[in-house]
Antibody, heavy 116, light 111 residues
Framework: EVQLVESGGGLVQPGGSLRLSCDAS????????MSWVRQAPGKGLEWVSI???????YFADSVKGRFTISRHNSKNTLFLQMTSLRTEDTAVYYC??????????WGQGTLVTVSS | SALTQPASVSGSPGQSITISCTGT?????????VSWYQQNPGKAPRVLIY???KRPSGVSSRFSGSKSGNTASLTISGLQAEDEADYYC????????????FGGGTKLTVL
């Protein structure tokens, strides 16, 4: 059974950093495309990043240069490193598995609050 | 949002409703990679439709998808109270290196 579990969210001050984790089971992260999608309170979904099986990652313009992706292949975990956080980064962050053109499995999400 | 959805739709139990999703030739009109997601309050989204009209196993046949030109549609037939949720469309787009773009979401109210 495929499962995705995010962790690492919390309260951080503007300008701070946070690292989110996405622990996967039931499939191999490094052999699949993976995405991070966020949802600000009361708002819609926003695609944050996509990571291909070759390890290349791409980011939304709103986070480019501030967010990076890494993988721990032996732990089957994907990380989203967020730096220079802004209040507008406040959102629930979902990790999701890509299947071709769509997202077939999602985690439960982790809340990131950027506030002083 | 890159894709345009109505903010809200409503219907009575047993009725059919359709949610539209309008894009451009760079996304919906140019590719058959439209997907639809249902999101209940406080929950993660789940996929209902992919590649315009395909249903993953376990998704009710009451949900169907279609596309015409730059507009995709999600139809829910035999509306049930449990269908009350937010619905998002998504499409591959040639204008970004990301996986795709989402619509702004539509709140479905079952009267």
């Amino acid at each position: 059974e495929v499962q995705l579990v995010e962790s690492g969210g919390g309260l951080v001050q503007p300008g701070g950093s946070l690292r989110l984790s996405c622990d996967a089971s039931g499939f191999t992260v490094s052999r699949n495309y993976m995405s991070w999608v966020r949802q600000a309170p009361g708002k819609g979904l926003e695609w944050v990043s996509i990571t291909y099986s070759d390890g290349n990652s791409y980011f939304a313009d709103s986070v480019k240069g501030r967010f990076t992706i890494s993988r721990h292949n032996s732990k089957n975990t994907l990380f989203l490193q967020m730096t220079s956080l802004r209040t507008e980064d406040t959102a629930v962050y979902y990790c999701a598995k890509n299947r071709d053109s769509y997202l077939d499995y999602w985690g439960q999400g982790t809340l990131v609050t950027v506030s002083s | 949002s890159a894709l345009t959805q109505p903010a809200s739709v409503s219907g009575s139990p047993g009725q059919s409703i359709t949610i539209s999703c309008t894009g451009t030739s760079n996304d919906i009109g140019g590719f058959n990679y439209v997907s639809w997601y249902q999101q209940n309050p406080g929950k993660a989204p789940r996929v209902l439709i992919y590649e315009v009209s395909k249903r993953p196993s376990g998704v009710s046949s009451r949900f169907s998808g279609s596309k015409s030109g730059n507009t995709a549609s999600l139809t829910i037939s035999g509306l049930q109270a449990e269908d009350e949720a937010d619905y998002y469309c998504s499409s591959y787009t040639s204008t970004t290196t990301l996986g795709g773009v989402f619509g702004g979401g539509t709140k479905l109210t079952v009267l």
